[in-house]
């Protein structure tokens, strides 16, 4: 017997432990020491990445929020609390076009968020079935999500351009005389973005909520079939709450994905009409990387932070709260 | 038996290792050093040892072809110098070359637009070039005037021009001739553009397509006719927005009339204006020479040709740009570097009449005044209006202002949204506002 299978066996009888706790007692101090920092180390390459990947920059941006930072120029006025008092004076230019473009971040969530929870789950469902092909259709509804958004922006700007694109001109021959502007004015611009945005990533949620439904015990279905339950109070009293840790997923990564939105518009829209689609994040990169005025960018984001943890926070609570119930 | 150690606790293992970090990473982003540079004392000519030097721009189109291939004769001329040329699209360029710069992995050569000059030279991370020009021999008797001053910057030196490209009327002589107007005589007035429009309109064909959206295409017909109606964007200062004045919102409206009479498509947005002007959609484009005539020069049996802008307001006026050579500033300037980057400067004027084949006016005076600059039909007709070139001031910070305050206002009105005088004024008290902070941003380095 080779000395690894030994130690398997060891352990699968639980005879390992045994002897370690053994030896600990008996006072084996140089083991026990090497034990107490050998987590660490395993934790070490994670926690230094994410130190400086993730904690170092978060600090650093607090740092740079205080300051009147342009990376490039050698003076950095300390300006305190500055940068975010002037987001919450509504005299102020930079406050103004801040929180229009964070109402243009809400309105986008709000819209786009019910689609990409409800269409995927649909999908899902329909993928779950058994029926031939639906490996072919499981891909083809995940397909949009590999493409890049500098892909799906040029893609379907020259769908739903509205003058020389191909939506316009196929709705033409069908007898819609009306020019639509589907990048250019309002509500044609919303639902440009959500409709582009849910073609491009429904494919992810779906995927998600498969693996979730595959995860259900098929034994409720059986027992609620023989008591009698309806298509539709399998869905509501087996499945539904089967998926809710899923659900809670769902929710959460698409309102901060769908908070995040950035390429989409930048591409299709420009932020047009008015600065109605120039989303946060957008604003911010406008800011921060075009203007150089870094700290005032850095003082946005913390301040959309801030709020994504809030709603975050308040998703978690509700779920909870239904579970309970 | 010694005290066992104690493991450190959870806590105090994530502080210290983040305490580490941020400290090292501090030190790393130190304030870059802008304090004033001498350039080593070099003249033109490099004899020594190869070598490579590196040069980033935006030519990502035909016109990167075109640059690289002057490139590699450059080179079969001066075999010890070889450039390496990184293109990348001109917002990404912007963005990454100063971070470039601080981290001290600075190109030695670059390309950028007039218009960003001001805004690099107040940031420190292009250096003053006064006596680099003396000793290459360039200085305003070899330019176009405007052209020359556009690269001076508080009373100092700090680009090169390349070339220059007014905005320009392209004509689509298919269309006129369909439309039984003379196809070789364009119009060049208010009175017969306005015609020549209606004309078109009358037999449904919207001539004009005034781009609604889009930075670039919504602004510049904008800034060229508020100039020509003898208007100013600014003050000489660079303090105050001057474009709500009578002049801008005559500008304005007239723009906006060619929409509301059907002469341009309504919801235009960036390239829509091209690509039906590719499909003989519409008959007239205004646009810069630089991308256009390479571009449309492309397209098989298209019927077009170019020339300077109808004169809708009082005085000539076009906006245009012009891509100027840089030296970015380096940790340590090396004198065998900096020969060599001069020697590629006074080759690339001498020999900018290749670079007319991408489309632009070479901002050389010889080179536009030779004989085989004559030749170039479309080039040297629009050169004409070389006299009446515009450019934005050269303020740092300007393009933002223009970018992200003046030009959405603009398409605001051309989306029918606002009216002309509530949009140019909103724009300008906003723009007051971004002119004194960037004042006061850049005043120190600018002092």
């Not at chain 2, 007239?284 to 298209?302: C, K, M, Y």
């Not at chain 2, 084949?357 to 479309?378: K, M, N, Q, T, Y």
Request: glycine share 8%; hydrophobic share 45%.
């Amino acid at each position: 017997m080779t000395a690894s299978t030994q130690v398997g066996t060891q352990a699968a009888n639980g005879t390992a432990p045994t002897s370690a706790r053994r030896r600990s007692a008996d006072g084996g101090t140089r083991v026990r020491a090497g034990n107490a920092s050998a987590p660490y180390l395993f934790l070490a390459p994670f926690m230094i990445i994410f130190g400086v990947f993730v904690l170092v920059p978060a600090v650093y941006g607090i740092w740079m929020s205080l300051h009147n930072w342009d990376f490039f120029l050698p003076e950095r006025p300390w300006v305190g609390l500055g940068n975010y008092l002037e987001l919450f004076d509504p005299t102020s230019l930079t406050a103004v076009q801040f929180w229009e473009s964070m109402r243009a971040t809400g309105l986008f969530v709000l819209f786009s968020v019910p689609f990409l929870v409800v269409i995927p789950l649909g999908l899902a469902l329909m993928l779950n079935r058994v029926f031939p092909g639906r490996t072919f259709f499981r891909a083809v509804y995940f397909a949009p999500y590999v493409l890049g958004v500098a892909v799906i922006g040029v893609l379907w700007q020259n769908l739903l351009n509205a003058n020389v694109g191909l939506i316009n001109y196929y709705l033409g021959r069908l007898g819609v005389t009306e020019i639509i502007p589907w990048l250019t004015a309002t509500p044609w611009v919303w639902v440009t973005l959500v409709g582009v945005t849910v073609w491009w990533t429904l494919g992810f949620n779906a995927v998600v909520y498969l693996a979730g439904l595959q995860g259900i015990d098929t034994t409720l279905y059986e027992a609620a079939r023989v008591d009698g339950a309806s298509r539709w109070h399998e869905f509501w009293h087996v499945t539904l709450p089967g998926l809710r840790p899923v659900l809670l997923f769902v929710v959460t990564i698409t309102i901060l994905a769908s908070a995040n939105m950035f390429g989409q518009s930048y591409l299709l829209t420009g932020g047009a009409p008015s600065n109605e689609t120039r989303t946060a994040i957008m604003y911010i990169a406008q800011t921060g990387f075009e203007q150089f005025r870094m700290g005032r960018a850095a003082a946005m984001s913390y301040i959309l932070c801030l709020l994504l943890i809030g709603i975050s926070a308040l998703n978690f609570l509700l779920f909870r709260r239904q579970e309970k119930n | 038996m010694p005290p066992l150690p104690t493991p450190p606790t959870r806590r105090a293992f994530l502080g210290l290792g983040a305490a580490a970090v941020t400290a090292s990473a501090l030190v790393a982003c130190s304030p870059p050093d802008l304090s004033p540079v001498a350039l080593p004392d070099v003249g033109e000519g490099y004899d020594g040892p190869p070598l490579t030097l590196k040069f980033w721009n935006g030519l990502t189109g035909g016109d990167g072809a075109i640059m690289r291939e002057l490139l590699l004769q450059f080179r079969d001329e001066h075999p010890n110098i070889t450039i390496e040329m990184f293109a990348m699209p001109w917002p990404s360029f912007y963005q990454k070359f100063p971070s470039a710069v601080v981290s001290g992995l600075a190109p030695d050569i670059g390309l950028m637009h007039n218009f960003h000059v001001a805004t690099n030279a107040a940031r420190g991370v292009i250096v003053p070039l006064d006596e680099a020009a003396d000793r290459i021999g360039l200085s305003e008797a070899n330019f176009s005037e405007t052209v020359w001053r556009s690269g001076i910057v508080n009373g100092r030196r700090y680009s090169i021009p390349l070339d220059v490209w007014p905005d320009s009327l392209f004509y689509n002589r298919r269309v006129l001739e369909n439309a039984g107007l003379d196809p070789d005589d364009p119009p060049r007035d208010r009175a017969s553009y306005e015609e020549t429009l209606e004309i078109l309109a009358e037999q449904g064909i919207a001539g004009h397509w005034l781009p609604a959206i889009d930075p670039q295409g919504v602004g510049r017909g904008f800034d060229s006719l508020q100039w020509q109606f003898g208007g100013e964007l600014y003050d000489e200062e660079g303090t105050r927005a001057l474009f709500n004045g009578p002049e801008g919102r005559e500008a304005l409206e007239w723009q906006l009339e060619r929409i509301l009479s059907d002469q341009s498509k309504r919801n235009v947005s960036g390239g829509d204006a091209n690509v039906a002007f590719k499909n003989d959609l519409n008959a007239f484009l205004w646009g810069g020479p630089g991308a256009l005539i390479n571009d449309l020069g492309s397209v098989e049996d298209l019927d077009w040709g170019v020339v300077p802008l109808p004169l809708i307001g009082e005085q000539p006026a076009s906006f245009s740009g012009s891509h100027q050579f840089v030296i970015m500033r380096q940790r340590a300037f090396d004198p065998d570097r900096m020969r060599a980057a001069f020697t590629f400067l006074s080759w690339i004027s001498e020999n900018s009449i290749a670079w007319a084949g991408a489309g632009p006016i070479p901002a050389r005076r010889d080179v536009v005044e030779s004989p085989e600059f004559a030749e170039l039909p479309a080039q040297s007709s629009i050169a004409e209006a070389l006299p009446d070139v515009r450019f934005y001031p050269l303020i740092p910070g300007i393009f933002d202002v223009q970018s992200t305050i003046l030009y959405p206002a603009l398409s605001d009105v051309l989306l029918l949204n606002a009216d002309p005088q509530e949009a140019l004024d909103g724009a300008a008290e906003q723009a007051n506002h971004l002119l004194e902070e960037n004042r006061q941003k850049y005043a120190e380095a600018m002092s």
